[in-house]
């Protein structure tokens, strides 16, 4: 997770949310979809993530300018086999997109038990936990596999000197009674590309072990990924997290029809970013039964948070708390943007042609 760095600046999350939905409408976007895309953008900041946060929008204006993200667009159900269903995206807002397949994906699952859904062809859905927090808000667990195309390769598998998948997340949540959920919601590899993009932005090198340069040497700039000729990130978790990352690509692209992330679906311009997701939900209730789960699922986290912590360790956390943690700060002290996404953000603004008296009032900065 990001933390602030010292020339950012910090915009309350009202004001930024205000700001990402206007940039949105004054492109084209309905309100309601507008609204979507900025509910998701700013959570994303709040929760620390900001990767996944507002600094996605001129990608995103960027995309729909050139119809790779196509507007006011809805899911459709593309196949349809009862607890088996393949959503298509269309290239629509992820943000809608995604929100549309897991409500069809929840519905099937109070039917049947259990839904599993072939998400394909949506433009990016952004962080993945959003999707499974849905599912947890209705009571149903959740496990999510998600792959991307349309651009160039990022992430070199385990033992490679070059880059030939993405940065696949994988993403489960637990619901828990009267709690918030359990949410375990990563990127396969050693980063997410926005956290390089953020260290690029900054002009700020990253930690060593993330990344190769493009003769597999380890590197620590951040440019390497920018610059021809381009290195790779490294998958997490050496054979174990880059054998993960090849199963989202055959669980999202080859098990859904959407498409592995392989030399059928690259664009070389790095521009389009097509997300395929296979999403796995299940109603407890229809497993050991809904009072035996939630009596298990706390008994078994209050084991867990009950361990000795390390030394340096102030707490052993659940994942979720994190972001959870980082969202109350974030509230209370603003969202922390650096000046080159700032400055990217209000190109944008002008781009789909607010004027800069509107970006100030709107924003607030
Ligand atoms: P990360 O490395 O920050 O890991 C986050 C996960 O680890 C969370 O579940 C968090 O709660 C847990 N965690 C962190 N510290 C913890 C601690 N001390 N104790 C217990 N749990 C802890 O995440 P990332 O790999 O940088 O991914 C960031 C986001 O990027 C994710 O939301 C992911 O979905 C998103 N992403 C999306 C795409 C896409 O194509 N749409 C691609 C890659 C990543």
């Known amino acids: 997770m990001a933390d602030a760095g010292k ?8 004001r930024l949310h ?69 959503v298509d995206g269309g290239r629509g807002y992820g943000q809608v997109i995604a929100k549309e397949a897991m409500e069809f994906g929840i519905d099937r699952a109070r039917e049947h038990g259990v839904c599993v859904v072939g998400l394909v062809n949506s433009h990016h859905i952004g962080r993945i936990g959003h999707w499974a927090e849905q599912c947890a808000r209705a009571g149903m667990v959740s496990t999510h596999w998600v792959n991307v195309h349309g651009h160039k390769s990022l992430v070199a598998p385990f033992g490679a000197a070059e880059a030939r998948i993405t940065t696949n997340p994988y993403c489960t949540a637990v619901p828990r009674k009267g709690r918030e959920p359990v949410v375990l919601d990563f990127a396969t590899s050693q980063v997410a590309m926005g956290k390089v993009r953020v260290a690029n932005n900054k002009g700020e090198p990253m930690e060593p072990g993330l990344l190769i340069d493009a003769q597999g040497r380890p590197t620590v700039d951040p440019g390497t990924m920018y610059n021809a000729p381009y290195g790779a990130i490294l998958p997490f978790g050496l054979h174990k997290g880059g054998g993960l990352a090849l199963i989202c690509d055959l669980l999202a692209g080859a098990l859904t029809g959407g498409g592995t992330h392989s030399q059928r679906t690259i664009k070389p311009d790095g521009t389009d970013i097509i997300n395929n997701m296979l999403s796995i939900i299940v109603d407890p209730a229809a497993m050991g039964g809904l009072d035996a789960f939630e009596d298990e699922v706390e008994n078994f986290v209050t084991w867990i948070k009950s361990s000795k912590p390390q030394p340096g360790v102030p707490e052993v956390l659940m994942p979720g708390e994190p972001e959870r943690a980082r969202r109350i700060d974030r509230e209370r002290n603003g969202v922390p943007i650096d000046p080159t996404t700032w400055a990217q953000l209000v190109e944008t603004a002008r781009k789909v042609r607010l004027n800069d008296t509107e970006i100030r009032d709107i924003a607030g900065v």
């Open 18 to 86: 205000a700001f990402t939905a206007a940039i949105c409408r004054a492109d084209g976007s309905t309100t309601e979809e507008a609204k979507l895309v900025a509910d998701h953008l700013v959570l994303a900041n709040l929760y620390g993530h900001d990767s996944h946060g507002v600094g996605m929008m001129p990608h995103y204006i960027g995309n729909t300018t050139t119809g790779r993200c196509v507007r006011n667009h809805h899911a459709l159900i593309a196949r349809d086999n009862g607890a088996v269903i393949v």
């Open 7 to 14: 020339n950012d600046i910090r915009v309350k999350p009202d």
